[in-house]
DNA sequence: GACAAGATTAGCT
DNA sequence: GCTAATCTTGTCT
């Protein structure tokens, strides 16, 4: 059932551009990780985009500490972090070097490795409750601090094109969870995908 | 050195 | 639907 598909890496271009533009088209890739000779993948269904310099919600809004730094490296960065005491949210970097911002990964729909996620995930059954949510996919895909700062354009995470090339539309709508800046519609799903974070915007 | 807040989730009602 | 859990970071003293 599930195709054996050529896997490589979008390279820094891909991410050098406008974090909008990267957010959107972020949707559909294969989020990848190589994980003790075994791979673990997953089509990434819901981002969210976080501009640096005029977006209040932005950690990297302000000036730049130790902690939000990452957002202002080279894109394709990945800049990993902790939150709420127990998770983790993982963002990719765009845009120019010195520009802090970022693509949150929000939610993806698994594709290999489904028994290591539900392993992580506490042995969960309901495979639609796996990833769809910014900590829930880190959880699965076992990202930490660790990974923080590291390259996704060559190393054992990376995002992938999607070779199946299946058709989506695409749903825009203001992002979740913020105090802040929640008026801008930054926020860009699958339509009808069902891995997609249930949530009031996607009754 | 201490304290408050946070891009969330799980678990119970 | 609501609330507790949980800890790093930033800010202030």
């Given at each position: 059932m599930i195709k054996k598909t050529v896997l490589i890496p979008l390279k820094q271009e891909f991410f050098n551009r406008k974090t909008v533009t990267v957010a959107r088209e972020l949707l559909g890739k294969i989020l990848v990780k190589n994980y003790n000779n075994s791979i673990l993948t997953g089509r990434i269904v819901e981002t969210e985009a976080y501009l640096g310099?005029?977006?209040?919600?932005?950690?990297?809004?302000?000036k730049i500490t130790k902690r939000n730094?990452?957002?202002?490296?080279?894109?394709g960065t990945i800049y990993v972090y902790f939150i709420y005491g127990n998770y983790f949210c993982f963002n990719v970097v765009t845009e120019q070097?010195?520009?802090g911002s970022a693509v949150l990964i929000r939610a993806v729909e698994p594709i290999q490795g489904i028994d290591t996620f539900k392993k992580r995930r506490?042995?969960?059954?309901d495979i639609y409750n796996l990833t769809n949510g910014p900590a829930k996919l880190s959880m699965a895909f076992g990202?930490?601090?660790?990974?923080?700062?590291?390259?996704?354009?060559?190393?054992?995470i990376f995002i992938a094109a999607d070779s199946t090339k299946v058709k989506f539309e695409i749903e825009i709508s203001e992002r979740i969870?913020?105090?802040?800046?929640?008026?801008?519609?930054y926020r860009f799903f699958i339509k009808g995908?069902?891995?997609?974070t249930k949530h009031k915007f996607n009754k």
């Open positions: 310099d005029s977006d209040p919600a932005c950690h990297a809004y302000g730094e990452v957002l202002f490296e080279k894109p070097e010195g520009v506490n042995f969960l059954k990202f930490n601090l660790k990974d923080n700062r590291k390259d996704i354009t060559g190393g054992e969870g913020l105090n802040k800046g929640t008026e801008f519609p995908n069902r891995f997609v």
